[in-house]
């Protein structure tokens, strides 16, 4: 009898409870199952519980939706279950959590990234402008 | 001593034993990996001298990170305590009511619940719904604006089109007036009796007086201008 998507399995590995991404979905159509399983379970494993989903493929409404069971993610919590690396950036964009610090980094990244796309936009239009310059004149004795 | 044949699946060893009479053949398949090599397996030789230089990161960005690591660490952990203690209170009140409230009670608190949630939905829905439909309608409107416009414009160039037809056939013989021109027809008499002459003269018929019996109306001096014969 095959276990249901909303959980089933157990804590066989070690490492303690984490909650995770679980990818779901087909070809070009990701999906994401929020589970919590063993910090170590290789990546098929059937997850404990589902907590929640996440589609990354934003609506008709320029929305990227995320669901959250909030009761239970915070009884997990109490029980010492961590949050992978994805996982706590997306609740922290979400608002669950705190703001994590590799969000700040890639947010300032991309702007200095704009910054100095900008800049060599700029270079290149300049020198655009300013033509290209004459050869020198040889002048044999 | 065993020979290797290179595919594009990888590496085929082509082993033989003769324990048997019969020769028993099988091949060992290295594939290509896809994944770190395990730690056993000696390094490439192209791999061997490689220096690999990491750039590290900006001093000032550094010293931001390690900053926002450490309140986060700190928010964190304090969540982590804050959830452990609201988690077990929260188990002690569940175990006391558990054994309070009945399962019908249960069930009919979380059905009212259920459907004040599923009233709060409906009310989004039916507004988002009108809002669609309100749109579709607009594009519908545009759209048959569109046509109609179309169909102005296309009724215009008919409408020039036959008016071209119209004047075009209006020097063509009509079947009320086919009687009469075709009295006209044979009545027109054309004189082929006539000669022209070198010198560009038109000498006329024996018993004919004018050729002017059609609408054609021959001039009594020639246009031609007379030949002038060599000398």
């Given at each position: 009898m095959p276990l249901p998507s909303i959980g089933g399995g157990?804590?066989?590995?070690?490492?303690g409870p984490c909650i995770k991404l679980f990818l779901h979905g087909h070809a070009n159509r990701p999906f994401f199952h929020i589970v919590i399983t063993?910090?170590?379970?290789?990546?098929g494993t059937h997850p404990v519980e589902q907590l929640g989903t996440y589609d990354p493929m934003p609506n008709t409404e320029n929305q990227k939706l995320l669901s959250l069971n909030i009761e239970r993610t915070r009884y997990w919590m109490g029980q010492g279950a961590t949050f992978s690396n994805t996982a706590a950036q997306l609740l922290g964009k979400a608002g669950f959590l705190p703001i994590h610090p590799e969000t700040y980094m890639k947010a300032w990244r991309n702007r200095y990234k704009v910054a100095d796309d900008e800049e060599a936009k700029k270079a290149a239009e300049a020198t655009a402008e300013s033509g290209p310059s004459q050869p020198p004149s040889s002048s044999s004795p | 001593m065993f020979p290797i044949v290179e595919s594009s699946l990888g590496r085929l060893i082509i082993l033989s034993s003769k324990k048997r009479i019969r020769l028993q053949c099988y091949i060992g398949y290295q594939s290509i990996r896809n994944y770190k090599k395990p730690i056993w397996v000696p390094i490439a030789p192209s791999k061997m001298y490689k220096n690999i230089v990491e750039t590290p990161l900006p001093k000032m960005e550094l010293q931001e990170v390690t900053a926002l690591q450490e309140t986060y660490k700190l928010y964190s952990s304090s969540l982590w305590k804050f959830q452990d203690g609201i988690s077990r209170e929260h188990e002690a009140q569940m175990q006391k009511e558990a054994i309070q409230v009945s399962e019908e009670v249960e069930l009919e608190r979380i059905f009212k619940m259920n459907d004040a949630e599923n009233e709060k939905v409906k009310k989004i829905r039916e507004e988002s719904v009108i809002k669609e439909w309100e749109e579709v309608e607009a594009q519908i409107l545009a759209m048959r604006k569109g046509l109609e416009e179309e169909e102005l414009i296309r009724l215009e160039e008919t409408e020039k089109v036959i008016q071209s037809e119209l004047k075009r056939l209006e020097k063509v013989i009509k079947i009320e007036d086919l009687d009469e021109v075709i009295d006209k027809a044979m009545a027109a008499e054309w004189d082929y009796n006539f000669a022209i002459d070198k010198s560009g003269k038109i000498v006329q018929g024996?018993?004919?007086?004018?050729?002017?019996?059609?609408?054609l109306s021959i001039p009594k001096k020639p246009n031609i201008t007379p030949i002038q014969v060599a000398k």
């Open positions: 157990t804590f066989a590995r070690a490492g063993s910090k170590f379970a290789p990546l | 024996r018993y004919n007086n004018s050729i002017g019996l059609a609408d």
